[in-house]
Antibody
Framework: EVQLVESGGGLVQPGGSLRLSCAAS????????MNWVRQAPGKGLEWVSY????????YYADSVKGRFTISRDNAKNSLYLQMNSLRAEDTAVYYC??????????WGQGTLVTVSS | QSALTQPRSVSGSPGQSVTISCTGT?????????VSWYQQHPGKAPKLMIY???KRPSGVPDRFSGSKSGNTASLTISGLQAEDEADYYC??????????FGGGTKLTVL
């Protein structure tokens, strides 16, 4: 059974940093590209970042470019999102999602990031 | 990238059909046959319902169907059931490994 479990969320002050993790199981993690998608409270989904299976290709939404860094460790079946210079508008539930081809076929349950003083 | 445009809400009675539209541009919906739809129940993770505009993943009822014309994609749910009540999001590939989502549509089963 495919499982994606996010962790690392919490309360952080504006300007602070946080590192999210996504632990994958039930599939060959190293064969799949992955994404981070976020959802602000009561709002819609927003694509955040993409990483290919080998980490050779990485893309970011303009809203996080230069502040967030996506990475993965295929040996540990894990995906990461390093978030720096956090702003109030980054407050959201962050989901990791597996890329099937050009869509997202499995999602984690999400981890809540709250940016507030 | 601007979000795709969806109606904020739609409703229908059990057994009826509803259609949710998703309007983008020639740079996303109109430019690629890579529109997907996700169902999200409150407090839950999104679930893939339609991919590549018209295809259904294994396990998704055939009551769910997708289509596209120009810059507008649509999700149709026929034979509405109570468990279909949820938020629905469209998503389009926008090139260069970037994606754009719609604002979401709340489906109410009356």
């Amino acid at each position: 059974e495919v499982q994606l479990v996010e962790s690392g969320g919490g309360l952080v002050q504006p300007g602070g940093s946080l590192r999210l993790s996504c632990a994958a199981s039930g599939f060959t993690f190293s064969s799949y590209s992955m994404n981070w998608v976020r959802q602000a409270p009561g709002k819609g989904l927003e694509w955040v970042s993409y990483i290919s299976s080998s980490s050779s290709t990485i893309y970011y939404a303009d809203s996080v470019k230069g502040r967030f860094t996506i990475s993965r460790d295929n040996a540990k079946n894990s995906l990461y999102l390093q978030m720096n210079s956090l702003r109030a508008e980054d407050t959201a539930v962050y989901y990791c999602a597996r890329v099937r081809a050009i869509d997202f076929d499995y999602w984690g349950q999400g981890t809540l990031v709250t940016v507030s003083s | 990238q601007s979000a795709l445009t969806q109606p904020r809400s739609v409703s229908g009675s059990p057994g009826q059909s509803v259609t949710i539209s998703c309007t983008g541009t020639s740079s996303d919906v109109g430019g690629y046959n890579y529109v997907s739809w996700y169902q999200q129940h409150p407090g839950k993770a999104p679930k893939l319902m339609i991919y590549d505009v018209t295809k259904r993943p294994s396990g998704v009822p055939d009551r769910f169907s997708g289509s596209k014309s120009g810059n507008t994609a649509s999700l149709t749910i026929s034979g509405l059931q109570a468990e279909d009540e949820a938020d629905y999001y469209c998503c389009s590939y926008a090139g260069s490994y970037t994606w754009v989502f719609g604002g979401g549509t709340k489906l109410t089963v009356l």
